[in-house]
């Protein structure tokens, strides 16, 4: 998602996306990402000299710049705030996959299920800071975001199968009709929220036009949004096959 322009051949894709990952970690907004680049871009051109010779490691050379300018990290409550809007559709999400796992006529709600929500929590405020810091490198963010879904989910069914004593049972239809609803609403809302406000803050070259900027900020955070729903159709076309399966070797 950096490839707003061409770079000099000097300039390793690696060297610069580990610039513009460390660059995001200090909270160095996106236009001025792309201003730093094209600043590196054009010293390279002009001296012949490769990134690495002329600036030194990425890590090192950010650290130097963000130094000069006083940047500091964005401070935890911010991404719990974010967190808040994401928790919903988190949700929603562990609910429906517990009702694909469950094999009764009731979605028997667990200790392990509770503890779960703590579990959930967590992995939000973690899928939140990922996105917020890796997504403008290319499809690196969504891969991250993903991994840490998938680590999530591995965590709170492990959770629920081992912590099995029942606190209350709910019909499967009921809870994975509510479970739908907050994935899709909340991901409904956050389209919403995305054509009125975007939050996504990608790599844009100087002088690009501010409505095309936009945009793309736009289609980020729209997909971050229907992130969870399409997790959860691939999870549960996972689940339905394995179970499947299972049925046929019986």
Known sequence: MT???????TISPGWRDELVLALRMRDVPGSRIGEILAEVDEFCADSGLDAQAAFGAPATYAESLTASEGRTRTPLRDDLRTTGRALVGFVGL???MACV???GPDLAITVGWLLGLAVVL??????VRVLGRTAPVRWR???AAAGVIVATLGAVVALGMLL???????????AVTVGALLLVGDA????????RQPTADLVSAPGADPEWVRRRNVRADILAAWLLPAFAVVGVGILLGMNALLDRLA
Do not use: F, K
Request: proline share 5%; aromatic share 2%; with cysteine.
């Open 3 to 9: 490839d707003t322009w061409s770079t000099a051949p």
């Open 141 to 143: 963010g969504m891969a």
């Open 164 to 174: 099995t004593t029942t606190v209350a049972t709910v019909p499967d239809a009921v």
């Open 94 to 96: 562990v609910v429906v």
């Open 188 to 195: 409904i809302v956050g389209t919403v929220r995305a054509r």
């Open 122 to 127: 967590v992995g939000c405020v973690l899928t």
């Open 101 to 103: 796992v469950d094999d």
